[in-house]
């Protein structure tokens, strides 16, 4: 039967793209299967979203407060007849009292309510916990009497393709939605160290920022600006340099071997384990990044391993049985 969803997710300069992403790449899946989805977010002028027109946005004003917020939630639900909402609030910068103070006030429509993650409150029972990553993550516990929809086998992330060979010449570097200039020039910089028999071609992702960073004269480099769809990001890449946020995920899944440079202690603790599962090389200060990545350029084996690894779990998935466990909690 047809479900009616309403997606609450943000996107901006600090907390970056991944919840949008991640929501709009679930509520494409949703769509697929005949499910109707809007999407209600925070508009944010300075950063481009790409538009979509299979899915309706409503856009709320950037200070709306949690009461208000809240109100207009209930008002939908009551006109528009949703069954669930899908609540993707950023955990690290939401304030705890505000936010129970915003559930406490959709409390009758918690048991429609599917909480990606939700590690800030475990003062209130939502229909389901969506926590779509490793089991082995400490993340914070959730009671018992919960429902929880875990494991990286529950990610849904599109377009994937097997890379018939293995290589390391197409590079891509992307540091999620936010600006992280210094980083990104250091990288550049040690990657202008390397020298190889062939030229390296390198793909920046620099949303937000129109001003190119200045190009290497070793290899090949290339700049996006703007968001662009999932499939053009990942097509071709070899070895991929990210942040330690979703774009980890999404590089696992395409079983492309990743260097991951942790911008927080958060990071840096929800990450630690990947390293000894050989998913990806992990870094936690930037001055290590030069020696990473000559391993991983010269060690044809571990890329491979790395490869195999993110191949397990992605093999796992099944797009049927997530819509089914969404939908049926």
């Not at 109100?71 to 069954?83: E, G, H, S, T, V």
């Not at 103070?101 to 939502?126: A, G, H, M, P, Q």
């Not at 260097?259 to 001055?287: A, F, G």
């Amino acid at each position: 039967m047809k479900k009616k969803i309403l997606f609450r997710v943000d996107y901006n300069k600090k907390i970056g793209l991944g919840h949008i992403f991640r929501c709009l790449n679930l509520a494409l899946l949703l769509k697929k299967y005949k499910h109707e989805v809007t999407f209600l977010v925070k508009k944010e002028k300075k950063v481009n979203l790409i538009k979509n027109k299979k899915i309706k946005f409503i856009f709320l004003k950037k200070n709306i407060s949690f009461k208000d917020e809240a109100n207009l939630i209930l008002k939908l639900f009551k006109r528009d007849n949703y069954d669930f909402l899908i609540l993707d609030i950023d955990n690290f910068l939401t304030d705890k009292l505000k936010y129970e103070k915003f559930l406490e006030k959709i409390k009758n429509i918690l048991n429609k309510t599917i909480c990606w993650d939700n590690i800030v409150s475990n003062k209130f029972k939502f229909a389901l916990t969506y926590r779509p990553y490793p089991n082995y993550l400490n993340l914070k516990k959730i009671k018992r009497d919960q429902k929880i929809l875990s494991g990286l086998e529950n990610f849904y992330y599109p377009f994937v393709k097997e890379k018939k060979k293995d290589g390391y010449r197409n590079i891509l570097i992307s540091l999620g939605g936010t600006v992280q200039t210094k980083i990104l020039k250091k990288i550049i910089l040690n990657i202008n160290l390397i020298k190889m028999e062939h030229k390296l071609n390198i793909k920046i992702l620099n949303f937000g920022k129109k001003k190119n960073i200045k190009k290497t004269r070793h290899h090949n480099f290339s700049t996006i600006t703007k968001p662009i769809i999932n499939s053009r990001i990942y097509d071709n890449i070899d070895i991929a340099i990210i942040s330690g946020g979703m774009s980890k995920y999404e590089c696992m899944l395409n079983s492309i071997p990743s260097i991951i440079i942790n911008l927080n202690k958060q990071q840096s603790w929800i990450n630690k384990n990947l390293n000894v599962k050989k998913l990806s090389l992990v870094v936690d200060n930037i001055n290590l990044f030069y020696k990473k990545l000559n391993i991983l350029l010269s060690n044809k084996s571990l890329r491979t391993e790395i490869r195999n690894n993110c191949y397990k779990i992605r093999k796992k998935f099944d797009e049927k049985k997530l819509i089914n466990s969404l939908l049926n909690s």
